[in-house]
Each structure stands twice: as C-alpha cells, then as structure tokens.
C-alpha cells in the first residue's frame, strides 16, 4: 500500500528534530534572504573593517587642511554657484565654456551650493566621506566579483592603501594613506570608485551574458521564493514556466536551508539573464551610462576604466554571437553618447589637447619609488596566469602597462596618471591568493610574510603620518601637508575682482574664494595656451623691482587687476596700499590704486 502524507507529527521520527527542521525553513517575504534581512544578517568582516576604515579616514581627511588642488575644485562650485548654466573660468575673469572642470560631479556640487549656501571649500570638504564611501563599496563589490572568500577584500583595502612606495605622492588617482588625505574630496576619488563598480558591474554582465554558459533550467524550488506576498518572485516562477523550465524534482530531497538558498540562486539568474540566457538590454545600457559618466568626471581616469573593461571582457565573455556582440556595441555607444552630449564641454576636444603633459612627467621619472612596493603582487599575478591565461587580473594589468608605456614613447605624460590604477590589479591579486583557507603551501607563506613585510615598510617610512595624530606619534612620522588658509584674503577682496600674486600656496587657493586670477594656475583647454603665456609674462613684468609705473598701469588696465598679494620680500608698487597681511606667512595684500 502506498504510503500517504500525515500533516501532523512524522510517525517513527522524533518531534523535536522535526520541528527544529521547519523552524529552519524560511517562508514569505523573508525568504529571498534566507531568513534574515539587512537588519539582522551578521555583518561580514569587510563590512566592519571597511566601516572603521571609513570613520578614521573621514576624521584623517578632516583633520588636514585642504591644500594642492582643492582651490582649483572650490573655484569651480563658486562659479557653478554664480551661474550654473553658463559658468565662467574656474580662476580667471574669462568664459569657461570648454573647460573640463566642469562635470556632472562638479555642477551636482554647484547645485548643492546653490540649494544650501555652503562654499565651494564646505563641498569639497564634504565629498571627501561622499566618494570614500563609494570607493569602498565599489573595491567589496569588485573583489566578490573576483573570489567569494570573505576576508578577500579585506586584505584588497590593506595592500591597496600601503603597497605603494617608499618615496611620498600626493598625486589624485593614488589611493595611499597620504594621498588619500588630501584628495578625497577631488572628482577623480569618485571616478576611480565609480570605476571600481563599472569593473564589477561588467564583470558580471561578461561571466552570465554568453550563449556558451547556456540557460540555467530551475525546478519547482523557485517556488519556494516568494509564493507569499512577493511580486518579485511570483514574475521569477512565471518567468520559468514560461521557459519550460520546470523538472521534475522532488521538494522533500531538499533541506529548507537549500530549498532557500536554490531558490535565491534561480530568482537572481532569471532576474538577470531572463528566459534568452542574455543580459537585459537595460542592464547595458546602465552599463554604458556608468562608463560614459566616468569619461566626463575625469576622462584620464576613464581612460584606465575603459582599458579594465576590456580586459575584463577578453577574460570572461564567452559564446560571441550577433546578439552579444550587439548588447557590448550598445554598451560602447551609450559611453559615447552620454560623454559627446555633455553641454559643457566637447569631450572629444580633450584627445589631442597636450596642455597638461609637461606637469605630469614626473609621474614617470620617479615611478620605482612610488611605486615599488606593488610588485609584491607580481607573483600572485603570475600564478594566477599559470592557472590561466586570460586571467581577468593579469589580462587588466596588462592593458594599464601598455597604456602607462604608451604615455611614456608618445610624450602623453599626461597618462602617467594611469599608474595608480594599473598597481590595482597586483594589490588584488595578492589580497586573492592570501585568503585562500589553509592549509598553505610554502609558496603561500613565503609570499604572505612578505606582502606583510612590505606592508609594514609602507606603512611606517609615507602612510603612517596619514592616520597616527602628532600629539600620540613616538616615532615622529612625516605628517600631510599642511598650507596655510587665505580666508583672510577674501575678507578683503570682494568675489569677482582680480588679483596678481606669484606666490606658490597663493596662486592655488585664493581663487578657491571666489578671487580671479590675472593668470590661471593651470592649463585649461577653455583658455588657449599661448594666451596664457602671455598673461604670465605680463605677471612677472609687474612684479618686476625694475618696472616702472606707467608699464605696471598698462597691465593693471589690460586685465582689470585691482589687488596685489605680495611674498614678504617683495617690494610694495608705489600705487599700492596695503589693507592686509599674515602673520603666518608673512604676505601682504595691496589695493591698487584706480
């Protein structure tokens, strides 16, 4: 006689185990998370070393007052603030239309300021927390793309913020502990978390998006998804009788726990391939608008973004078909679409502009003292190509070495900044094989104590100043650089008007005040570089000791100047009237007479 299914107690079973079992099984709304939500799933442990990471380097960060480019960053919210459709050049008194400084993420900061009457440096001191906290979520979640052991991006945050060099950069796109100090708040942190998440992002749409890898056939477990309440999984079993999916698969072979986590499985892999095995065509194009909106924040970052993509792809896609093909040409098409429609500036204009490369040679010259330490990572490097050889990392490390090689034949030093994402993939790699479960092999060891020992090196001869307060420092580390404020320049000189100065920490910060330069610090392709120079040499002629008058006047016309800052050596014109100067520094302000 065939036996029958009882509802009440299992005879010749023991109650209790049988209770305990479906006290175990997950119904309803939670059962998509096994259980557990947000609230109550146990943090893992990048998710409390990451949070601790962000609290310190947020009070690191704070701590320091803001020097090298955050002038230039401050300059252009106080323009956006003034006019944010047609805004002018970041430090001078000329139309910036062209200027690249105007981004998404820069006119989002003018929009701020505009809405909360905070300064161009309240912004820039802000964003810093901001782009941290989307630079940590995009290293966990491309690190868990790459291995699903826990403690892997935990060491991927360790060797990502020590292995560097010996020899201190304060360069943006160098993720140190120093640099990190004083260029968190700039736009090029949060393109490098940014491409952090597009590297993850296609990553996936690369292992789940070919026709070789085919569809994955799911049985009556998807309804254990969500058969009470959730619409969500209620269209997932729709989607997978519409596939044929379904086999048949007895429900009672199958523990609750694993009924739970196979319907979590079937749901995601229907959710993001849909009854075709093929990415959405949504997920695409987000794709593509991700990179593209990189490719105007900061284009060289994009430059290093885009050459990890492609490795990426070259490493994982599988099975290119026409419909494949097409879904990565979408992709590349919206990049290109969303950076050509920006209104602010022509990103294509930026290809052939060579303004900045003379500025960025020293990126090559000093590279083995910036940057040594990675090669801790080569080694991981190279076991992972042995195991194979399209090796998502290695085929990454690669593509960013021949783009730094291009920069350096061609004379482009401007792509030199591509280094600090081109030691990534080694750091990575290295944070991959050392969290591998024991037992270690002796190569294993040998590697681990040194990737500590260079970690240690790292940490005590640049990073550790970053982090370890002055007044609780035995050792006496080189702490970030601290510039002296000028907030007592802008007490003085209204925003708008004009100012001279040749003095180094001046000339990067007053314009942060809504001040305009006569000269602009930087090059800027909304400024032609030969007009700039000649605006220089105007500079040092009325700085000149042996100037007269009558030629000081002339410039003072030409570029409606109406201040002069002075180093303490420098000798006060004659028609000038000192309103102003520093203790700290010893400069002094002037008022030109009209």
Partial sequence: MPRTAHTGHD????????????????????????????????????????????????????????CCDAGQHAAVVERLRWDLLHPAHPTADLPGAGSPYYSPYAVTQGVLARLTGL????????????????????????????????????????????????????????????????????????????????????????????????????????????????????????????????????????????????????????????????????????????????????????????????????AWQRGWRGPLVGRWALTGAIALAVAVSWPYYDILSLAGNTGVDGMHKPLYENVAGHLWLALFGLPALWARGRRSPRDPLVLMFAAECLVVA???????????????????????????????????????????????????????????????????????????????SYAWVARHVRAGDVLITDGYFAERAVAGYGVNLAVPTWPDPALDERERARRYADVRAYLDPASSRAKRAVVARRYGVRWVLLARWQRVPGEAVVVGWSAETGEVLARIAP
């Fill in 11 to 66: 005879s010749g079973r023991d109650p209790l185990r049988a209770g305990a079992r479906r006290r175990r099984v997950a119904l309803g709304a939670t059962a998509l998370r096994g259980g557990r939500t947000w609230l109550t799933r146990r943090p893992t442990p990048y998710v409390v070393v990451g949070g601790l990471f962000w609290l310190v380097m947020t009070l690191a960060y704070w701590r320091v007052p803001l």
């Fill in 119 to 314: 300064s161009g440096w309240s912004l820039v001191k802000l964003a810093g927390p901001v782009n941290l906290l989307v630079l940590l979520t995009g290293i966990g979640r491309l690190v868990r793309v790459l291995t699903p052991r826990p403690w892997a991006p935990v060491l991927a945050l360790l060797f990502m913020t020590l292995l560097w060099g010996t020899e201190r950069i304060l360069w943006s796109g160098y993720l140190g502990l120093m640099s990190m100090t004083t260029n968190l708040g700039y736009p090029s942190a949060c393109a490098t978390g940014l491409t952090f998440w597009a590297w993850a992002w296609t990553a996936a749409r690369a292992r789940g998006g070919g026709f070789s890898r085919g569809v994955r056939y799911v049985g009556p477990r998807a309804l254990l998804m969500d058969l009470r309440g959730r619409r969500s999984g209620v269209r997932c079993v729709l989607s997978a009788c519409r596939a044929k999916a379904l086999v048949a698969e007895p429900l009672g072979l199958l523990s609750g726990a694993a009924r739970v986590r196979a319907g979590r499985r079937d749901a995601a892999e229907i959710h993001q391939k849909g009854p075709s095995g093929l990415g959405s065509l949504w997920a695409y194009t987000g794709l593509g608008t991700l990179y593209g909106l990189i490719l105007l924040v900061h284009p060289i970052t994009a430059v290093a973004s885009m050459a990890g993509a492609v490795a990426i792809v070259a």
């Fill in 406 to 484: 291009y920069g350096w034949v061609s004379g482009h030093y401007t792509y030199g900044r591509v280094l600090g994402l081109a030691a990534v993939p080694a750091q990575f790699a290295l944070a991959v094989e050392l969290a591998a479960p024991r037992p270690w092999g002796w190569a294993r060891h040998v590697l681990g104590g040194a990737a500590v020992a260079g970690a240690c090196v790292g940490f005590l001869t640049v990073q550790a100043g970053a982090v370890v307060p002055s007044r609780l420092d035995p050792v006496g580390f080189d702490p970030p650089p601290r510039w002296p």
